[in-house]
């Protein structure tokens, strides 16, 4: 079945960077899209970024924008996001989710990770 | 903006549960719902404002375009009280409604 675990999450201070990771299993990697959306405490839901299956033409929200970036390691099924120059704004459960249709970026989110806490303070 | 109301739904075992998810400008058939429980993930219900994703229940169904949406679970059970969100994508950049809780 389809799993992905994100890790790296924890306690930074602010202005510091963190990387998270993303482990996928259960599924092609290599054709499917990955996003990473975040959920602030007690509070809704926020697309962050979006790493196609080719690794091409990566897409970021303006709030991260310049700060993190994405990648991906098809060879170990692996997503990461690099978070830097961190604020407070940033404290959230980092998901990882994959896209629903292979080669394509509909933005749907069909299997998503446990979550990863980053708390900047 | 997506705007999920109520914000509470306060309903019985059995009973018809009706979300709605207006769009303050029109995404066409591009919406989305999404469950959550506490604690864990969401889990994609309704792609592309009617389509159940896979495994999704038949209670669960979805209508609406445009601007007005619906997510519609037809015979509440006890694990469907919990946190429903919509979500668009026809506009840059895919967002997510405040959210609607269904409790008992």
């Known amino acids: 079945q389809v799993q992905l675990v994100e890790s790296g999450g924890g306690v930074v201070q602010p202005g510091r960077s963190l990387r998270l990771s993303c482990e996928a299993s259960?599924?092609?990697?290599?054709?499917?899209?990955i996003h990473w959306v975040r959920q602030a405490p007690g509070k809704g839901l926020e697309w962050v970024a979006f790493?196609?299956?080719?690794?091409?033409?990566?897409s970021y929200a303006d709030s991260v924008q310049g700060r993190f970036t994405i990648s991906r390691d098809t060879s170990k099924n692996m997503v990461y996001l690099q978070l830097n120059s961190l604020t407070t704004e940033d404290t959230a459960v980092y998901y990882c989710?994959?896209?629903?249709?292979?080669?394509?970026?509909?933005?749907?989110?069909?299997?998503w990770g446990q979550g990863t806490l980053v708390t900047v303070s | 903006v997506l705007t999920q109301s109520p914000a509470t739904l306060s309903l019985s075992p059995g009973e018809r549960a009706t979300l709605s998810c207006r769009a303050s400008?029109?995404?066409?058939?591009?919406l989305a719902w999404y469950q959550q429980k506490p604690g864990q993930a969401p889990r994609l219900l309704i792609f592309?404002?009617?389509h159940r994703a896979s495994g999704v229940p038949a209670r669960f169904s979805g209508s609406g375009s445009a601007t007005d949406f619906t997510l519609t679970i037809s015979s509440l059970e006890p694990e469907d009280f919990v946190v429903y969100f919509c979500?668009?994508?026809?506009?840059?950049?895919?967002?997510f409604g405040g959210g609607t809780k269904v409790d008992i």
């Open positions: 592309d404002a009617s």
């Open positions: 259960g599924f092609t990697f290599s054709i499917f899209g």
């Open positions: 989710a994959k896209e629903l249709q292979s080669y394509q970026r509909l933005f749907y989110f069909d299997h």
């Open positions: 979500q668009q994508r026809s506009s840059w950049p895919p967002t």
């Open positions: 790493i196609p299956y080719d690794g091409s033409s990566n």
């Open positions: 400008q029109s995404v066409g058939g591009y």
